[in-house]
């Protein structure tokens, strides 16, 4: 099993750009999740998915938009990119049936916008 | 107010002494997990330990385990025998709520371990 891949890992955009995070889980995972971490500090819930075709707000959504049309895949996408959106960007999957339910996380995608 | 409040922004220890990491959490929902996650300077998030607020015993994994004093809402994290591949940042995270919730986590700011040889 790969567990959460991301795409990119590193990307530079201009103010006003956009684009897609990618997040593949090949677990079978029902629950999927968007965090952003800035430097130095915790990471904060952008969206989270508890099933294909269900998302739902996290703790900083504003900026970004989400789609789950399968299990394995749940894209972030970034409109009109802001400097504050410059951010190190996670995925993450777990699984509801059996405890602990950890999150299993990607390797991380680390954006800058200049 | 916090949900998860780490303290402590830094710590450092001498290589095979025991650690603690505070973590203290606000939470009126019954059903809730704790996690500690580690995040090297490499980046990844690493999964330590769990404690369910229905578990009865301390969580133990290995060299770690998780002080789990439900009713001055702490949840510490406890290194014995440090060594300098713990050298890392420490995350206490709280999930609350049950399956309709999406199991959500929400993160403290974080713990700066140092291990001194």
């Known amino acids: 099993n790969a567990g959460v891949t991301q795409t990119p890992k590193f990307r530079i955009l201009k103010i006003g750009q956009s684009m897609t995070l990618q997040c593949t889980q090949d677990?079978?995972?029902?629950?999927m999740y968007w965090y952003r971490q800035d430097p130095g500090m915790g990471l904060k819930l952008i969206y989270y998915?508890?099933?294909?075709?269900i998302t739902d707000k996290g703790e900083v959504p504003n900026g970004y938009n989400v789609s789950r049309s399968t299990t394995e895949d749940f894209p972030l996408r970034l409109e009109l990119a802001a400097p504050s959106q410059t951010s190190v960007y996670f995925c993450?999957?777990?699984?509801w049936g059996q405890g602990p339910y950890e999150q299993y996380f990607g390797p991380g995608t680390r954006l800058t916008v200049t | 107010a916090q949900k998860i409040t780490q303290t402590q922004p830094g710590m450092f220890v001498q290589e095979k002494e025991a650690v603690t990491l505070d973590c203290t959490y606000d939470?009126?929902?019954?059903?809730?997990?704790l996690f500690w996650y580690k995040q090297p300077s490499s980046g990844e998030m690493i999964f330590l330990i769990y404690?369910?607020?229905?578990?009865?015993q301390n969580a133990t994994e290995g060299r770690y385990s998780l002080n789990f004093q439900k009713a001055r809402k702490s949840a510490n994290l406890v290194i014995s025998a440090s060594q300098l591949g713990d050298s890392a940042m420490y995350f206490c995270?709280?999930?609350?709520?049950?399956?309709?919730?999406?199991?959500?986590?929400?993160f403290g700011e974080g713990t700066q371990l140092t291990v001194n040889p």
């Open positions: 404690q369910g607020s229905y578990d009865q």
């Open positions: 998915s508890v099933g294909a075709g």
């Open positions: 677990m079978n995972h029902n629950y």
């Open positions: 993450a999957s777990s699984y």
């Open positions: 939470t009126s929902d019954p059903s809730y997990g």
């Open positions: 995270a709280m999930r609350e709520g049950g399956e309709t919730s999406g199991s959500r986590l929400t």
